[in-house]
């Protein structure tokens, strides 16, 4: 089989453009900012050790008690970035780079500007909640662009270059085992971040989802011209059309399927209503579609 097809692959995804550049820069940053929030102010002050290299920061910092977890943490991500371009080269991510730099940064200047020497309440329920839902929504953001803050994904993209470990269980395991060394800190600490841990994995996977829900429809109609046209001319979107046949009294039908945004789905919804009061549609909820106007295959 010839692979000329997938050597010019990249040469046939088009180009982004400054405004989709300018989008996802904001994007990166938003969600990297959220992740160190969401660290410095609520893990390390509770000492919430869920994995990663925050968790072993947290770790590492009650063995080195002059060493702050927000500088081991600098210097971890510095260090794994180093290496990742040492290893990778010019492969190594630039959104990698990016985002691993920034959190690093931003976590070592808010220490220096807003010392933590406690927690902010005295509800630790409450306060691994921020713990948890503020990195798990910035990295639901940036897994949803294809970035990451580095950290343990570098040591991952080293092993599955030259190894032939699950990745996937691999962090797996050393996320457990970071977290269950939190114990170390008490067993109310303990048991807290094995409760993030569960908490974190469940909830990136549901940001990312509700992030990219769109709708699916299937409207079954008798007159499908104006629908057809209200979907592409005012919502902008694609359709496909075919001819059906009721079961009960044999009419003619026509099939319309479409795939839009959720917003987009109540209007079209509407419109549908509006123009033939019969109509039957079905919408199903999806969260990943790929092709144009959603998203790119990648």
Same mark, same amino acid.
């Given at each position: 089989?010839?692979?000329? $097809?997938?050597?010019? @692959? ?6 982004k453009? #400054? #405004?989709?550049?300018l ?10 900012? @959220?992740?160190?929030? +969401?660290?410095? &102010?609520? #893990?390390?002050p509770n ?21 702050? $977890?927000? /500088? ?27 985002c ?9 200047? @808010? ?18 909640? &921020?713990?948890?839902?503020l ?7 940036? &897994?949803?662009?294809? +970035?990451?803050t ?44 094995? @409760?993030?841990?569960?908490? #974190?994995?469940?909830?990136?996977d549901?940001?990312?989802? =509700? ?14 011209? $104006? ?18 046949k009721?079961?009960? =009294?044999?009419? =003619? ?15 079209l ?15 199903? =909820? ?11 295959? /990648?």
């Amino acid at each position: 089989m010839s692979l000329k $097809p997938f050597q010019k @692959l990249k040469e046939v995804q088009p180009k982004k453009t #400054k #405004k989709e550049n300018l989008r996802e820069f904001l994007m990166l940053t938003l969600g990297t900012l @959220l992740v160190a929030v +969401g660290v410095y &102010f609520f #893990k390390f002050p509770n000492h919430f050790s869920t994995g990663g290299v925050s968790g072993i920061s947290i770790i590492l910092g009650s063995l080195l008690p002059h060493i702050t $977890p927000a /500088s081991l943490m600098f210097a971890i991500n510095m260090f794994l970035l180093l290496l990742g371009f040492l290893v990778f080269g010019k492969d190594f991510g630039i959104k990698t780079a990016y985002c691993s730099t920034l959190l690093s940064s931003a976590t070592w200047i @808010l220490e220096r500007i807003i010392p933590m020497n406690q927690p902010f309440t005295d509800q630790p329920l409450l306060e691994l909640c &921020f713990a948890v839902g503020l990195p798990a929504v910035g990295s639901a953001i940036l &897994f949803n662009i294809q +970035g990451s803050t580095g950290g343990t994904d570098v040591v991952a993209m080293i092993l599955k270059k030259f190894t032939h470990l699950d990745i996937g269980k691999a962090l797996m395991l050393s996320d457990i085992v970071i977290t269950f060394s939190s114990f170390a800190f008490g067993i109310q600490t303990g048991l807290f971040s094995i @409760l993030g841990l569960v908490a #974190k994995s469940l909830m990136v996977d549901m940001v990312i989802e =509700n992030i990219n829900m769109c709708k699916y429809l299937t409207i079954i109609t008798s007159n499908p011209e $104006p629908i057809c046209d209200y979907i592409i001319q005012v919502l902008h979107r694609g359709a496909t059309t075919y001819d059906a046949k009721g079961a009960f =009294n044999h009419d =003619n039908k026509e099939i319309i399927l479409t795939a839009m945004r959720r917003g987009q789905a109540v209007l079209l919804r509407q419109f549908v209503r509006s123009v033939d009061p019969k109509a039957f549609v079905l919408i199903t =909820n999806t969260s990943e579609i790929v092709g144009k106007g959603f998203r790119g295959v /990648s």
